[in-house]
């Protein structure tokens, strides 16, 4: 078990710059996939940014040159560098923690409680 805490998420005009932080209770160097999710009001929640163990990463187009998404297993953080905000961007903001447990591709996942990230236009 991991507990995850988001972090960062404030009311921010368009154009602005956020940091969010994800910290976890216990090592994140055991997790395949480190990931931040979004929900706006009304919509499912979509994927955002994720990097691998390996330091791999990939993100939404919408996001794309303007989210950085980082990983550091040393203080076990995950965090998402948000530039160039747009009023698209206002969401509840999840962190996700992902293992793969077996060949077939079983996995166990891990999630934070949200932070909300509201860009004003």
């Known amino acids: 078990q991991v507990q995850l805490v988001e972090s960062g998420g404030d009311l921010v005009q368009a154009g602005g710059s956020l940091r969010l932080s994800c910290a976890a209770s216990?090592?994140?160097?055991?997790?395949?996939?480190l990931a931040w999710y979004r929900q706006a009001p009304g919509k499912q929640r979509e994927l955002v940014a994720a990097?691998?163990?390996?330091?791999?990463?990939n993100y939404v187009d919408s996001v794309k040159g303007r989210f950085t998404i980082f990983r550091d297993n040393a203080k076990n953080t995950v965090s998402l560098q948000m530039n160039s905000l747009k009023s698209e961007d206002t969401a509840v903001y999840f962190c996700?923690?992902?293992?793969?447990?077996?060949?077939?591709?079983?996995?166990?996942?891990?999630w934070g409680q949200g932070t909300q990230v509201t860009v004003s236009s």
């Open positions: 996700n923690a992902r293992r793969v447990i077996n060949v077939e591709g079983a996995d166990v996942n891990f």
């Open positions: 216990g090592s994140i160097s055991r997790f395949d996939t």
């Open positions: 990097i691998s163990s390996g330091g791999d990463s």
